[in-house]
């Protein structure tokens, strides 16, 4: 595709369900980021991976949450018995190089919610 | 660590300047600017690198100063369309970590 594709753009869950989100970076972008933003505020970094390899996973916010990226394209943020402090636009956001020079292409996020 | 941006919002007339600034506690490898309009997703501006060099095109433009761990985006003669939240991503290690943002909203 022409952008990054995030499914799905809308998910409302129940607490205490898992939920998977899905990322489909640019063709050909080694670098993958997971970020959240709440409403009025910035990205807040998650994870990052070069390639199939997850370089960093500071960012996630407890053992619930993990991402991967088994073939170096696709990438999944997996959220573990949701809870309601969970809910949030998550994007994703893939690039041709690495975090000093590649500029970060945005995907429309999904938004979760939950009840 | 989160890089800290200032002014929290700004509010122009058309035609008008604007300077952004984000500084950063850590040593910076890059500074990235983007913009983000309501509902959207953010959109990439600029990459500025070691060496303080000043980047643009047309009528925006920013520097960065390493030692001081800052950087400055710079909006001159603004125009409608540059209305919308600027956030500065700071390269300290290998991630890229953003600001709360600046809202900037111009007035016809």
């Known amino acids: 595709g022409a952008g990054v594709s995030q499914s799905p753009r809308y998910k409302v869950t129940k607490r205490g369900q898992d939920v998977a989100l899905r990322c489909d970076p640019i063709?050909?972008?080694?670098?993958l980021y997971w970020y959240r933003q709440a409403l009025g505020q910035g990205p807040e970094f998650l994870t990052y991976f070069n390639y199939e390899a997850q370089q960093d996973k500071s960012g996630l916010p407890n053992d619930r949450f993990s991402a991967e990226r088994p073939e170096g394209s696709i990438s999944t943020l997996t959220i573990q018995r949701t809870e309601q402090r969970d809910s949030a636009m998550y994007r994703c956001?893939?690039?041709?190089?690495?975090?000093?020079?590649?500029?970060?292409?945005f995907g429309e996020g999904s938004r979760l919610t939950v009840l | 660590q989160q890089p800290v941006q200032s002014p929290q919002a700004v509010i122009l007339r058309e035609g008008e300047d604007a300077v952004i600034n984000c500084s950063s506690s850590?040593?910076?490898?890059?500074v990235h600017w983007y913009r983000q309009k309501h509902g959207e997703a953010p959109v990439f501006l600029m990459i500025?690198?070691?060496?303080?060099e000043q980047k643009g095109h047309e009528k925006i433009s920013a520097s960065f100063n390493e030692k001081k761990q800052q950087s400055s985006l710079y909006l001159t003669a603004s125009q409608l369309s540059y209305s919308g939240t600027y956030f500065c991503?700071?390269?300290?290690?290998?991630?890229?970590?953003f600001g709360k943002g600046t809202r900037l909203h111009i007035l016809p």
């Open positions: 956001a893939s690039s041709s190089a690495g975090p000093n020079t590649g500029e970060l292409f």
């Open positions: 500025l690198l070691k060496g303080g």
């Open positions: 991503g700071t390269v300290g290690d290998d991630k890229i970590i």
């Open positions: 063709s050909g972008h080694v670098s």
């Open positions: 850590k040593a910076l490898y890059s």
